[in-house]
């Protein structure tokens, strides 16, 4: 009897991967064509706000079918979030430090060059799988570390945009600029591995999980819309620029953010990684027949790299989606085979 419940696990798992991919390439295409199209463009910063509090009443609305009766559902609440500010706190760490990733992100294009930034800002990659393996106890293969350079790679050729000449002489701090960086790098791994860590800590149910969470995010979003636009908006609206389009967007980050928690909590934060790489290599040959884009070397040589990474991390392999417990040499751990 385990073996059809584990191909039943396996389809589940595939299940979320591919609808995950999909969804963040139709955002990826759906966002570049509100950000092309539109002629008045709406602020990025409430967008995001918006996205957390959708995500909010999604979740709030599966857990109350996921309880049953309305009795239930208030109970569940009063317990896990009116009635537990240090689950609350514990779920608000993952939301600030994404919010530290994205300004050090600024900050370090703003003093790299697009190509130094655009290759250094992938070792986010490998930095989340050492992050796994070091928070979580896990182990991966000489193989499994391979196909995750590779993806890292990969994806750096994917995006690769040769750099133009300009006549602009813009004054950059490139010591300030890899220092930035290296902050996002490790943000990106520790956040993502931290959510996973709490999530399978528990028995707490993920949409639980997930109200606690975006509660804190729409706090730290709110806060970006008021420090970056904050007069624009007193100018213009909350809602400047905001078309059907816009709302498309946004629903599609709505659903792609459930969809990675899904993700994170059945499969694994690499899994996560590979399905992003997967997804920007889809949308980019979307764009190809939507908008004209030409298909390069590099990125073709890039979607290579990526497919070979996926399918040597995807062999059969000792299971990496659930925490181990006990301790292991730490080089065992980092280079174990």
């Known amino acids: 009897m385990a073996a059809p419940r584990e191909n039943v696990n396996l389809l589940f798992k595939l299940y979320c ?23 008045e463009l709406y602020f990025s910063t409430t967008a995001v706000c918006i996205t957390e509090v959708i995500k909010l009443l999604l979740s ?13 559902f208030k109970a569940s609440l009063r ?30 294009l703003s003093n790299l060059d697009a190509a130094v930034y655009q290759v250094t800002y992938q070792l986010k990659i490998p930095c989340t799988a050492l992050c796994t393996v070091l928070m979580l106890n896990r182990t991966l293969s000489k193989l499994q570390w391979i196909s995750v350079f590779m993806l890292c790679g ?5 995006q690769w945009k040769p750099a133009q000449a300009t006549k602009v002489v813009v004054e950059q701090n490139p010591l ?16 993502g591995v931290y959510f996973e ?26 806060v970006g819309v008021y420090l970056s636009d904050g ?10 620029g905001y078309t059907y389009y816009v709302w498309f967007v946004i629903f599609l980050a709505s659903v792609g953010g459930l969809y990675t928690s899904i993700v994170v909590k059945y499969t694994d934060n690499i899994m996560k990684g590979f399905s992003a790489a997967a997804a920007i290599v889809l949308s980019t040959i979307a764009s190809v027949m939507l908008f004209g884009l030409q298909i390069t070397l590099t990125f073709a040589l890039g979607t290579l790299l ?11 392999r000792q299971d990496t989606t659930s925490i181990q417990q006990g301790e292991t040499d730490s080089k065992q751990r980092v280079i174990g085979v």
Do not use: H
Not at 19 to 37: D, H, P, Q
Not at 213 to 222: D, E
Not at 231 to 240: D, Q
């Open 17 to 39: 991967l591919a609808v995950m991919t999909l969804v963040a390439a139709a955002y990826t295409i759906a966002l570049r064509y509100t950000r092309t199209s539109d002629k």
């Open 60 to 72: 709030v609305g599966i857990l109350a079918k996921e309880t049953g009766n309305l009795g239930r």
């Open 79 to 108: 317990e896990n979030v009116l009635g537990s500010p240090k689950e609350l706190m514990k779920l608000s760490v993952p939301s600030l430090v994404y919010a530290v990733q994205n300004n050090m992100a600024f900050l370090a």
């Open 154 to 158: 990969g994806v750096i050729l994917v």
């Open 176 to 191: 300030l600029g890899f220092g930035a960086i290296a902050v996002a790098v490790l943000c990106s791994g520790f956040a």
């Open 197 to 222: 860590k709490v999530l399978k800590s528990s028995d707490t149910s993920l949409w639980v999980r997930n109200i606690q969470m975006y509660l804190s995010g729409i706090v730290v979003t709110l």
């Open 231 to 240: 007069a624009e908006i007193k100018e213009k609206g909350f809602f400047f």
């Open 306 to 316: 990526v497919c070979v990474s996926i399918y040597l991390y995807g062999l059969p």
